[in-house]
């Protein structure tokens, strides 16, 4: 069973930087490109970012381009985002994705190709 815990969320003015984990168990962590989504209240999932499990390439959503960066640690099995200039609209549950071995890197960007979601952290950005 794959189980993925995010931590890392918090409150935060704008221009700050935040930096999210996500602790990975139950798979063969370096078997499986990873991602993150994020959801603001009466809105849909919408993609963030995506890390291949082989080459480590990365992959982002325009609107958080040359801000957010995504990485991984195969031995610690944990992907991990950090989040800099922040704005008050990326205020929004974060959340955790695994996809699944077969995934190519033009549906990273659909939540329903996503195999496993964590919890969610929430990240509030103040004006």
């Known amino acids: 069973q794959v189980v993925l815990v995010e931590s890392g969320g918090g409150l935060v003015q704008a221009g700050g930087s935040l930096r999210l984990s996500c602790a990975a168990s139950?798979?063969?962590?370096?078997?499986?490109?990873m991602g993150w989504f994020r959801q603001a209240p009466g809105k849909e999932r919408e993609f963030v970012a995506a890390?291949?499990?082989?080459?480590?390439?990365?992959y982002y959503a325009d609107s958080v381009k040359g801000r957010f960066t995504i990485s991984r640690d195969n031995a610690k099995g944990t992907v991990y985002l950090q989040m800099n200039s922040l704005k008050p609209e990326d205020t929004a549950g974060y959340y955790c994705?695994?996809?699944?071995?077969?995934?190519?890197?033009?549906?990273?960007?659909?939540?329903?190709?996503?195999?496993?979601w964590g919890q969610g952290t929430q990240v509030t950005v103040s004006s």
């Open positions: 994705a695994a996809y699944p071995n077969t995934i190519i890197s033009a549906d990273y960007d659909d939540p329903n190709s996503v195999i496993a």
């Open positions: 139950g798979f063969r962590f370096g078997g499986l490109a």
């Open positions: 890390i291949s499990w082989s080459t480590s390439r990365t």
